[in-house]
């Protein structure tokens, strides 16, 4: 009965390396997003989708692609990974419309590049 | 400029006691919600408890509580009867109005985080 559910939840990989993360929502939310957490424990906004489409863009490198393939699904592909891309990565959904609406968090994908 | 302001980067409360985590942020936006996350050490983040900009009355679940006081733009969070459970990392966190085409679209923008640590 998972709400959101990312995989993996964990990834050890090295730089140069290309990797994808996944992400679920069974909430029935029109509104997906990718942060970042880095190893200060400061979370950032990367990407957000709206109905399959691309609405925040925070001037995260080209390497980074996210893709939805439909309203319940984004995912995160990285290319040519550099060791500063190390950090926690968590998936996020909301229900956009309604005034309030709470943004519900995966569990996170921890991101090690050696 | 930081948008979301958390200024204690570790409170200690005895257990059963209540705490504030203090948060104050900064907006021009007249429509805008405010959110408070915790983060325990498993790394999850949970949702707690969310104030809107035009809501009368403060926000309460259960222990928690959220003192908002518009004027001085601040959104503290209340932990009341602390559990040894309620150890963990909070981030309070902003959303800005909804902006057709604009690059606030229901983001959140997040504090730095106060680590709160309950003794026995």
């Known amino acids: 009965d998972t709400a959101v559910s990312q995989t993996p939840k964990y990834l050890v990989t090295q730089m140069g390396n290309d990797k994808s993360i996944k992400c679920e929502q069974n909430?029935?939310?029109?509104?997906m997003y990718w942060y970042k957490q880095d190893s200060k424990k400061f979370l950032k906004i990367m990407f957000s989708?709206?109905?399959?489409?691309?609405?925040i863009n925070e001037t995260v490198p080209n390497r980074f692609s996210p893709k939805s393939p439909d309203k319940a699904h984004l995912n995160l592909h990285i290319n040519s990974l550099e060791l500063g891309d190390s950090a926690v990565y968590f998936c996020?959904?909301?229900?956009?419309?309604?005034?309030?609406?709470?943004?519900?968090f995966g569990p996170g994908t921890r991101l090690l590049v050696l | 400029a930081q948008k979301i302001t958390q200024t204690q980067p570790g409170m200690f409360v005895q257990e059963k006691e209540a705490v504030t985590l203090d948060c104050t942020y900064d907006?021009?936006?007249?429509?805008?919600?405010l959110f408070w996350y915790k983060q325990p050490s498993s790394g999850e983040m949970i949702f707690l408890i969310y104030?809107?900009?035009?809501?009368?009355q403060n926000a309460t679940e259960g222990r928690y509580s959220l003192n908002f006081q518009k004027a001085r733009k601040s959104a503290n969070l209340v932990i009341s009867a602390s559990q040894l459970g309620d150890s963990a990392m909070y981030f309070c966190?902003?959303?800005?109005?909804?902006?057709?085409?604009?690059?606030?679209?229901?983001?959140?923008?997040f504090g730095q985080g106060t680590i709160l640590t309950v003794h026995p």
């Open positions: 996020a959904s909301s229900q956009l419309v309604v005034r309030g609406e709470t943004q519900y």
């Open positions: 907006t021009s936006d007249p429509s805008y919600g």
């Open positions: 104030q809107g900009s035009y809501d009368q």
């Open positions: 909430l029935g939310h029109d509104t």
């Open positions: 989708y709206n109905n399959k489409e691309l609405i």
């Open positions: 966190a902003m959303r800005e109005g909804l902006k057709a085409g604009g690059t606030s679209y229901g983001k959140l923008t």
